[in-house]
């Protein structure tokens, strides 16, 4: 099986009523009975993942959802759940018994559309003749546009003989949206380019290995050709001093920056391990954006603090105790910092609102779950950025380590200057 992690597998969400044949669907694309199947309707009652190899597509995650047309008080929950899905999902099968297509399926498909996530359409038929009528249907039958696919096909979960799902597995593989990760950092060093990592060996540090971040940047500059050097932050001078040649960048880990940036040359291109995993991950001149925001923090104000999952929390845990108390001292007062964590985006309508969102870095998300929680607090008119760079710009160093990425650092000026304009006119 592949290694790849987690984040960057294809999300497959299966959806439909109760019933339809979603749990069928994903024991037959798997092989084997992952999800349990039954002819009682609402059998699925909470998403059900399979991490697994999908011929021809490789690493993927199915997501077996509840049926959308479950009913009462904890039916509503479950379908609220299985709607919730739709942010964790990269592409969605609609599962229909036979062409059963009303309320539940129109409401998905709007909602899909919305949330810009491509779909195809699962007819599952009971017997031939209702294979028959759905092979003459297309897109249109259900008001879509053309370009949505349609498959065929008679579930029998995990006994589906193999050929049954080919339809399945092509429509997969069109919908599937292109690769869109940037490298994380090769882009940034010319062939054989030096590099410098900066990986704190403190209390803080796992036990006996590094982080994802340094593991990934230690890959990418491998890819790259790089001559990659590795060392803590006490290190760093004695690193700086054994070269011929300065090196051609610098990263660190946020936590270090304020030391390596008074260490580190200043016409050495420097940034943090964060700043890199926001590019990779999102959008970095939005998330440069939102730290201006923090420059205009007043004692008090509401900031909402964002983990993508539910960690033991440390002593002086980053998200609880750290940040907050960084932003204080920017904000010159204490501030009403509220924590959530999870995989699932919060609502923000929940009062008192936030002057600012700040976000971790967001590991075990994908970059399409990350962008997903940039645009959603966009469309909310709220301000995001991430932990890393709210340390550098509490330390005074951000622009420095945005540096490197022109762009964003146009992004952070030119709302710095906005957040000034804006005082001015408070
Ligand atoms: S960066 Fe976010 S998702 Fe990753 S471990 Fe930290 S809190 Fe969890």
């Not at 008001?143 to 029998?156: I, M, W």
């Amino acid at each position: 099986m592949s290694d790849a992690r987690r984040p960057q597998r294809l999300h497959i969400g299966l959806f439909g009523r109760r019933n339809a044949g979603k749990s069928s669907l994903c024991n037959a694309l798997c092989g084997q009975d992952a999800a349990l199947v039954s002819p009682v309707p609402g059998t699925t009652t909470d998403p059900v993942e399979k991490v697994m190899e999908l011929a021809p597509l490789g690493p993927v995650v199915l997501l077996d959802t509840p049926g959308l047309d479950d009913a009462g008080e904890l039916g509503a929950q479950r379908v609220a759940r299985s709607l919730r899905a739709l942010e964790e999902v990269d592409v969605a099968l609609v599962v229909l018994e036979d062409q059963r297509w009303g309320a539940p399926e129109r409401e998905l498909a709007a909602l899909l559309q919305e949330a810009d996530v491509p779909f195809g359409i699962v007819c599952n038929c009971r017997d031939d003749a209702a294979e028959q009528a759905a092979r003459r249907l297309g897109p249109e039958a259900f008001a879509l546009p053309a370009s949505v696919p349609l498959a065929v096909c008679r579930l029998d979960g995990a006994a589906t003989p193999a050929g049954a799902l080919d339809g399945v597995r092509e429509m997969l593989v069109r919908l599937r949206p292109p690769a869109e990760e940037p490298p994380l950092l090769r882009d940034l060093l010319p062939p054989r380019g030096r590099l410098i990592l900066v990986c704190p060996q403190d209390g803080s540090a796992p036990k006996g290995r590094l982080i994802m971040p340094q593991v990934q940047a230690i890959r990418d500059a491998l890819d790259g050709d790089a001559l990659c050097l590795v060392v803590t932050d006490k290190a760093l001078g004695a690193a700086l001093d054994s070269l011929r040649e300065p090196p051609q960048l610098i990263v660190c880990d946020s936590q270090v920056i304020a030391a390596v940036a008074a260490t580190a040359p200043p016409d050495v291109p420097l940034t943090t391990f964060s700043v890199l995993m926001a590019r990779l991950k999102g959008d970095l001149p939005l998330l440069a954006r939102g730290a201006a925001a923090l420059h205009g923090l007043r004692p008090g104000d509401t900031v909402l603090i964002q983990e993508a999952c539910s960690h033991h929390p440390q002593a002086d845990d980053i998200g609880r105790v750290k940040i907050p108390r960084l932003l204080a001292r920017l904000a010159g007062g204490e501030l009403d910092c509220r924590l959530l964590a999870g995989r699932h985006w919060q609502d923000y309508a929940a009062a008192p609102r936030p002057r600012a969102v700040v976000h971790c870095g967001g590991c075990t998300l994908s970059r399409r779950q990350m962008t997903r929680r940039l645009v959603t607090a966009r469309r909310a008119d709220l301000p995001m950025t991430n932990y890393g760079m709210a340390i550098s710009l509490a330390q005074g160093v951000l622009e420095r380590v945005l540096s490197p990425f022109p762009e964003a650092l146009a992004a952070y000026r030119e709302a710095c200057l906005d957040q000034n304009v804006r005082a001015g006119h408070a």
